[in-house]
């Protein structure tokens, strides 16, 4: 199965123009289309143009601009460049779902291996407190014992 390219289903959050994979008839340009569209920090994608009218409304190159899908303010940063908190957000989806499984197989494997531990841990605690149990009520018999001698008045020899 061939892996999808990641990118080939995004678009800008503001006027829905398509990211066009390299190589396709709508790819206008040779360069990294991901290099062309900017992540605003609220998450939404926006396109050349868009970030472009953005940062020009905004009058001034150090100022945030707020995000013209939903307001929030903040910097934009080419998607290529996008934070590594994010960078699992533009993989192929067939990779992603290989280590989440992996990783779910090692911690199922993992918490099988403490309830296993923990099994043990507690036929060993019923065993103790079946031995202990034994031993309460051979107390018990023996102080019920010293009870009726001493009630005789028997006396213990030295």
């Known amino acids: ?7 080939a289903h995004l678009a ?7 990211l066009s994979p390299p190589g396709t008839a709508s790819s206008s340009t040779s360069l990294n289309p991901a290099s062309l569209f900017s992540l605003a920090p609220c998450g ?21 601009p707020l995000c013209p899908v939903c307001g929030v303010q903040g910097h934009l940063v080419p998607l290529d460049q996008a934070p590594s908190s994010v960078q699992h957000c533009f993989r192929p989806l067939p990779d992603l779902a290989h280590e989440l499984g992996t990783a ?14 923990f099994k043990a841990k507690c036929a060993e605690q019923k065993s103790t407190l079946a031995r202990c149990g034994v031993e309460l009520k ?10 009726v001698v001493l009630c005789m008045g028997i006396r213990p020899e030295h």
């Open 12 to 18: 800008c959050s503001s006027c829905r123009r398509p």
């Open 138 to 147: 051979k107390l018990k018999a023996l102080k019920q014992c010293a009870r």
């Open 104 to 117: 779910a197989g090692w911690q199922t494997a993992h918490l099988a291996e403490q309830l296993d531990f």
């Open 44 to 64: 939404h994608i926006l396109c050349g143009p868009c970030t472009n009218a953005l940062v020009t409304a905004t009058h001034s190159p150090d100022a945030a």
């Open 1 to 7: 199965m061939q892996a999808t390219d990641p990118l």
